[in-house]
Every structure is written in C-alpha cells, then in structure tokens.
C-alpha cells in the first residue's frame, strides 16, 4: 500500500515541498515554496489543502519564506516574521489550523532568545513538530478510526480528507488505510465534490495509488446509493469544529449528513485537536470561505454555464451537530451532546 506525502521539508532543508494538488490525477508534479508569496498563492489556490496540510505548509512555509531575512538585525528580522506570519495566516479564513499553526509558531518566537540562527533552528524544529505530530495524530486517528470498520465495510466520503490533506495518512481516510493494513476489505465511495472535484481528482488518484478499491459518483448520485442499501458508513474530514459540535467542511457536506439520517446510516467526521476550535460556540460564528466565480462558471478550462450569470460560490458549509453521529479524534470518538472547551483544539494535541 503506497501512500504520499503532501508536505515535507525540501531535501536541502530550505524549502517546503509539496505535491501541486492543480494538476493531479494529470500529473504528478512537486513544489518548493521559499516566499511569502509562493507559499500564499499555493494555500489560496489550493496548491496545497485540506485543513492539517495547510497549517503545517503555513508553519514550514513560515520558517522558509523568512530564512533569506537571517542576515537582518534582530529587531527587523522579528517584524519580518510578524509580516509574513499575518499574510499566511490569513490566506484562507475558514480551516482553523492554519490560524493555530502560524500562532504556534509566533508564540514560539516570542518565547525565544539569542541571534537570528538560534531563533530560525527554534521555528524550524517547532514546524518540524507540527509535521511529526500531525502524522502521529493521523495515525491515532486510523486506529480509532478502524473499530468502525467491519470486514467488507462500504464507506462514503466527501472532498478529499486523505494523505494529500495532511501530513500523514490523512483523517477521514486513515481509518480506511490501517483497517486495510489489518487484512480488512474496505469498499471506498467518493463523491466527485463540485466545483472543483476533490473527489474524484484526489480522492480517487490517491486510494487507487494505495490499492484500496474506490469508485467515484457524482455528488447527486449519493442518496440513490444510500436508498439501495450500498452505503455502510460516512467519513468525513473537517475544515473547522465549533465548540457545541458543528462542523464546516467542503460544500456539499451538508446534504450528504442529511442523507445519513434520513436513511439511518451513521454520520461520522475524523479531524485532529487542532480543528476543535473551543473559542468558536458555534457553526454560525464560522467565517465561510467565499470562492471566485470562475470555479463555478469555467472550471478546468471548460465553459459550464452562460457568461455573465450570478455565482454562488461558498467553499463550505456547516453541518449541525445534531446529524453527526461522532467526531472521530486521536483521542478517542467523541458521541454528542457535544461541549468541547479547555483541554481541546489547537495545542492541545
């Protein structure tokens, strides 16, 4: 079973590495980013996604894009950092890790002394944390994750919550990856996920690399499958999770989690600590990501509808606590009444 990295260190050691999300299934293409704005352009233009793969690309990316700045005095090496902390930070608003990435790392120059190198070893070894936590917290994921998987299990899921939205094996798709490690047949339904077919695209791409069966429907073909009994269970990753249980994800995940209920499948979403966001009460105080037009109107370079219509187009929605059967985390499945606070979310994990 072949599974990627989506993000690592470049093997120099002065860059971000990624795997350029744009031109899969077509082709397989890798990235260095060193600048703020590469390391911008490639959060906004989902370059890199998935909500863990960007925090750790906003850290890494932190660290890179300030490393020609060494050279300056202590003072304007440390107003760089804060300029380029904020940029990245903010250049996606919804997925709560890339805000808790950046933070963690400002809070962990803020809590450093000595010269600029011994200030740019700290950020790289805290980014090189976030790396190697985020992969241990994949794994933990599986593992919870994988009791809920019977031998044969049919498992529907949404946008693209594997390896290439993380550092490690992913969340909504780790549990498939360690019940297959175990001997286990697991059946994968991915949903094509429109505008931009994370599903079908990367999804798809990825458990097909892995071995692991995997068929792609369009996202209204969803309860079709649920009413003829194909469908076992729902995975689901997470963008963000507010306090009282209310989970934004990829538009779209909305409706498959009203699906669920009302044909009695259960509903879970798999997300690390990070994504808890104890300080967000609930899904109504979740900024949702509004995306250009030409995803809707004109995407991968073919025309879908008449030039000039209005376009709706919010990257996300929120899914009310109430439909999720669990929250699948690496420190166990958490079952509703949801009341996350101290203790959850960022840092915590």
Request: charged fraction near 20%.
């Amino acid at each position: 079973m072949t599974v990627i990295e989506a993000v690592r260190w470049s093997p120099s050691g002065d860059a971000v590495r990624i795997i350029d999300q744009r031109l899969l299934p077509g082709a397989y293409v890798e990235r260095d980013l060193r600048t703020v704005d590469e390391v911008c352009d490639a959060i906004r233009t989902l370059a890199v996604r998935g909500a863990p793969a960007i925090g750790i690309c906003g850290a890494m990316g932190l660290v890179a894009a300030v490393r020609g700045h060494a050279v300056s005095t202590p003072h304007d090496f440390r107003q760089e950092l804060r300029r380029a902390a904020a940029r990245i930070r903010e250049a996606r608003p919804t997925a709560v890790n890339l805000a808790w990435g950046i933070d963690r790392m400002l809070r962990c120059a803020e809590s450093a002394n000595g010269s600029n190198a011994e200030l740019l070893e700290k950020l790289t070894g805290e980014a090189t944390a976030i790396l190697d936590e985020d992969r241990a917290m994949c794994e933990a994921i599986g593992e919870v994750g994988a009791t809920l998987l019977a031998d044969g299990a049919r498992v529907l899921t949404h946008c693209n919550a594997g390896a290439l939205a993380t550092g490690g094996i992913g969340t909504a798709l780790a549990p498939v990856y360690i019940a297959t490690r175990r001997g286990r047949r697991v059946v994968v339904y991915a949903d094509e996920t429109r505008p931009l077919m994370q599903g079908s695209r990367l999804t798809a791409w990825e458990l097909q690399r892995a071995g692991i069966p995997v068929t792609v429907i369009a996202d209204n073909m969803a309860a079709s499958l649920m009413a003829l009994g194909a469908i076992d269970i729902v995975l689901v990753g997470a963008d963000r999770i507010a306090a009282n249980g209310d989970v934004a994800n990829k538009i779209g995940t909305y409706g498959v989690a009203v699906l669920a209920q009302y044909h009695g499948i259960p509903f879970y979403v798999a997300a690390p600590s990070s994504t808890i966001d104890v300080a967000t009460p609930t899904g109504r105080d979740i900024v949702i990501e509004q995306r250009g037009r030409e995803e809707v109107l004109h995407p991968f370079g073919t025309e879908t509808a008449p030039f000039g219509v209005a376009v709706c187009n919010p990257a996300f929605d929120v899914t009310p606590a109430a439909l999720v059967t669990g929250i699948v985390t690496d420190r166990g499945v958490v079952r509703g009444p949801y009341d996350f606070g101290a203790g959850w979310g960022g840092g915590s994990g």
